[in-house]
């Protein structure tokens, strides 16, 4: 088995990293905490977004707040299981 068989495509992209470290360590993020944190556009992060929840790393609810709808995302117990095991690789790459 080589060093970067658990690396995944999925996470190859420094948002798509971001999204999932935030998710990581909090129970949901919504929309507009993700944009602030990562400091991307909102069509950047709503197609990486889209990428993860395609793969099911990520779930999506959208409610209403009030009147103004709010997307809110949280990371799956797959998605979860699959980013620590990209972690691992990346770890043992570099020889943590």
Request: without cysteine; proline residues 1%; aromatic residues 8%.
């Amino acid at each position: 088995m080589s060093l970067i068989d658990n690396i995944n495509k999925a996470f190859d992209h420094r948002i798509r990293l971001g999204i999932m470290s935030i998710l990581m360590v909090n129970d949901y993020a919504d929309f507009n905490m993700l944009k602030e944190l990562l400091e991307v556009t909102d069509g950047n992060l709503a197609s990486h977004t889209k990428a993860l929840e395609k793969e099911a790393y990520i779930k999506v609810e959208k409610q209403f707040i009030g009147r103004k709808p709010n997307t809110r995302y949280a990371a799956t117990a797959s998605g979860k299981k699959a980013f620590e095991k990209h972690i691992e690789a990346l770890e043992k790459l570099i020889g943590k």
